[in-house]
């Protein structure tokens, strides 16, 4: 039986490749996958599939190249897994307060080493910045009182220096766990 599989696209009309969502549900459409749903227009897509979350990660980004002319990093998780990320959120009292806010980075092949160590020496004021495993994989959830657009220490989050993964605001996730009934 299909369950929902929440899709993240890394750099998806934010700065990366041009995609509308109707082309992104069109891809899903097109690969068998049941029921394809976008949230926004930055790379979130909700679709119902049997498939296992890495296969198709591969598939996606197989997909993503032959469409649009470039490799995609997708992050595929769970409901499941998607549940276990929001509980584990170590910024409870900041989400509660300021969801837009808090970033949570999904990492598709977790932290390289020193990532987060490296990342705080870039906190300014009240920033903070923890990482949490849970099933699925690593997730880097980071506090910005001032702002995404005006922290350092989010510009700095590349995958050069921390590796590949994909953020999303806390009022994002708990979107995208209401489209999969988490």
């Known amino acids: 039986m299909a369950e929902h599989r929440i899709i993240l696209f890394r750099a998806m009309n934010t700065g990366g490749v041009r995609a509308p969502v109707a082309e992104q549900r069109a891809m899903a459409d097109a690969m068998g ?6 949230l926004l227009a930055s790379g979130n ?19 993503t190249e032959t469409r649009f002319g ?3 990093e997708t992050i595929v998780r769970t409901p499941d897994q998607w549940a276990a ?6 910024m409870t009292a900041e ?47 980071s506090w910005h009182p001032d702002g995404v657009g005006h922290s350092k220490m989010a510009e700095k989050a590349q995958p ?7 953020g999303r605001n806390w009022n994002t996730v708990l979107k995208l766990a209401a489209m999969v009934e988490v």
């Open 95 to 141: 989400a509660e307060a300021e969801p837009s806010r808090l970033l949570v980075m999904m990492m598709k092949d977790g932290l390289k080493p020193g990532a987060l160590e490296a990342l705080r020496a870039f906190a300014a004021g009240d920033e903070r910045i923890e990482a949490v495993s849970v099933a699925g994989g690593e997730a880097l959830f």
């Open 85 to 90: 990320m929001i509980a584990a959120n170590p």
């Open 45 to 63: 897509l909700v679709v119902e599939s049997d498939r296992d979350p890495r296969a198709l990660e591969a598939a996606i980004e197989a997909e």
């Open 33 to 38: 996958l049941k029921n394809p749903r976008t």
């Open 160 to 166: 050069r220096l921390i590796g590949v993964g994909t």
């Open 70 to 72: 470039r490799r995609i």
